[in-house]
Structures are given as structure tokens and as C-alpha cells.
């Protein structure tokens, strides 16, 4: 019976990120511990595991890093238009983003 070995590809930023979390020491791996706070916000909709359980909702869990930051910032920025999104997103900061693409790039799609 042969092991089947399944193969993730890992972005510049994913893989960035886990430089820092291996290299932050302690507090960084406490911090990995859980999702970031902000994860709550986008939960509601998109689901604490980054499944939403609807066709009419996206996915979060397991998109591509840089696709899932375009989006992020084009709602932030209002060139994509969406009433919920771009109010959630308008007073969010950079570093919160990135917290957010980190964590749902790196969850197995549901």
C-alpha cells in the first residue's frame, strides 16, 4: 500500500510567516495558539473554520494568500463594493489584514 504525501504550496507570505512564528519565541507561538481577535468579525458570516456553509458566502479557509489580501484591500478601499464588507473593512489596518490572510491561508478548505 503506497502513502500518499499531499503537497501544499506555501506563498512568500505564508512562508514569511512562519519564519516570524518560529522565530518570535514564546509569544509568538501563544499568540498562534488561537485565531486573532479579529477573526471574530468575519466568523459571523464566514465561519470560525473559514467555511460559511453557504453557496452565497465565500469560503475563507485555504484561498491563496495574495488573492485573499487583493480582496481584503479593495473592499478597504471601496474599489470593490460590497455594504457589509467595505464597513467592516474600512477601519481596518494593515496589520489586522495580514493577521486575517495569515490565519485563513493557512486552514484546510472546508
Known amino acids: 500500500m503506497e502513502a500518499s504525501i499531499h503537497v501544499r504550496r506555501l506563498s512568500l507570505a505564508q512562508l514569511m510567516a512562519c519564519a516570524?512564528?518560529?522565530?518570535?519565541?514564546?509569544?509568538?507561538?501563544a499568540q498562534t495558539a488561537r485565531p486573532p481577535e479579529i477573526v471574530s468579525v468575519c466568523a459571523r458570516c464566514h465561519g470560525a473554520d473559514g467555511g460559511?456553509?453557504?453557496?452565497?458566502?465565500?469560503?475563507?479557509?485555504?484561498?491563496?494568500?495574495?488573492?485573499?489580501?487583493?480582496?481584503?484591500?479593495?473592499?478597504?478601499?471601496?474599489?470593490?463594493?460590497?455594504?457589509?464588507?467595505?464597513?467592516?473593512l474600512r477601519n481596518l489596518r494593515d496589520r489586522e489584514i495580514d493577521q486575517l490572510v495569515m490565519y485563513y491561508t493557512l486552514l484546510p478548505p472546508p
Request: hydrophobic letters at 40%; aromatic letters at 4%; charged letters at 20%.
Open 20 to 29: 516570524v512564528i518560529l522565530l518570535a519565541g514564546r509569544e509568538g507561538v
Open 52 to 88: 460559511s456553509g453557504t453557496v452565497e458566502i465565500p469560503n475563507l479557509a485555504g484561498q491563496r494568500s495574495i488573492y485573499l489580501r487583493k480582496q481584503l484591500l479593495a473592499f478597504r478601499s471601496g474599489q470593490r463594493r460590497h455594504p457589509q464588507m467595505n464597513s467592516v
